[in-house]
């Protein structure tokens, strides 16, 4: 078995980084991998492990909690050091693995050299291109106070960046684009793109899915289409666009699954179901209830739950900018838009649900795409990508001295 320690900044709070781990913590065993994951509990909860699908995950104990003070959902648990790095000798890993340029980050690259093992960094937020003049107008109103934040947000980025991936033996990214970035900052040489880590618990969705169920639940209209948006109210997530889109296409229905500080932006309107944040068979429901899944993120780095969305068979909408638009638009199951364009989302969307047979057509390629992408398949071409490389290299090293 291949002894793996992913540490992260945060596991409990909603978002991709926190999906791919819970996911990779139950398909590790599938692929030879013996995996740890490493998170701060929550400040001021004892410290415990959990066994998860046969891999462990370790929260240590945290010093100091800081919440994001524009997105309060998000918090940062700064762990107690020497628990963390008992943990991972406990572990005994033979690659240390870090996923953000947060506090742990900083800490994974001493730890991996304390340790005498290889880096593998995985740039699963590109925090740089998420700040884009919308969203920093939606998050900071006054201008003055914008550029001066704005000015030392991408500073600490640049700087932050550096520290953590330069020094990693791989970096590893799920979308072009983002490699692309990564190679321009000089952060990699060769970024190694590899497969988005799906749910887990995909493969029974379909089964668990209850779309009658769902739509008496949340009384939506029987005779109307239904988009459905997944994710945070948070002004990088382009809330105003599922506004403008519910006003000017009154005839359709929209669902947003999820929470955030933006929700005044849309809970008012008549036709939009706001539900809360769903997991499960309730999660999997919505999608099932659902005509068309939205992506309207001003600069999504990924957006993992479009291909949930394929998965399910539901066609996607998505905004260009999104990292998981080429997989999108290579499987045939959805269209892209200009995200700056609100115009060409309604014609969009409208062309969309106007055009039955090519909704079809866009249903049979997601769940077609899906057979050919089972999460424990594209797992294992993760783990040969990213981790196997590196180890060939040390052992080479090793044979040479």
Known sequence: MLNVCVLLDAFDHVSGISTTYHSQLHLAPSAGVRLTVIAPAAHGEAPRTDSVGGSALVRVGSRLSVHFPVDKSIRLDLPDREQFQRAVAHAEPDIVHIAAPGPVGLMGKRIARDFGVPLVGYFHTDYLSMQTPQVLRAMLPNPIIRYSASSVMQAFNRITERMVY????????????????????????????????????????????????????????????????????????????????AQRCPDVHFIAVGDGVLRHLIEHQPNITLTGWLNGADLWSAFAASTVFLMPSWNETFGLVAL???????????????????????????????????????????AMLADTAALAAMRSCGLGWFVENHPTARYRQFVQLAYHPVLETTFNVMDSV
């Not at 590893?172 to 590899?194: Q, T």
């Not at 749910?199 to 739509?215: E, S």
């Not at 939506?220 to 239904?226: I, Y």
């Not at 045939?332 to 838009?337: D, E, H, K, P």
């Open 166 to 245: 330069a020094p990693c033996d791989i970096v590893c990214c799920e979308a072009h684009k983002v490699a692309d970035a990564i190679i321009a900052r000089g952060l990699h040489p060769r970024p190694i793109h590899v497969p988005a880590t799906l749910r887990h618990d995909l493969p029974n969705a379909i089964q668990t899915a209850d779309p009658d169920v769902f739509a008496r639940r949340f009384k939506l209209p029987p005779d109307r289409p239904s988009v459905l948006y997944v994710g945070r109210f948070s002004a990088d997530k382009n809330l105003p666009l599922i506004a403008q889109l």
């Open 308 to 350: 949930e969305a394929m998965a399910m068979g539901i066609p996607v909408l998505t905004a260009d900018t999104a990292g998981s638009a080429p997989d999108v638009l290579a499987a045939g199951a959805g269209i892209a838009f200009d995200v700056s364009d609100i115009d060409a989302a309604v014609f969009s969307l409208r």
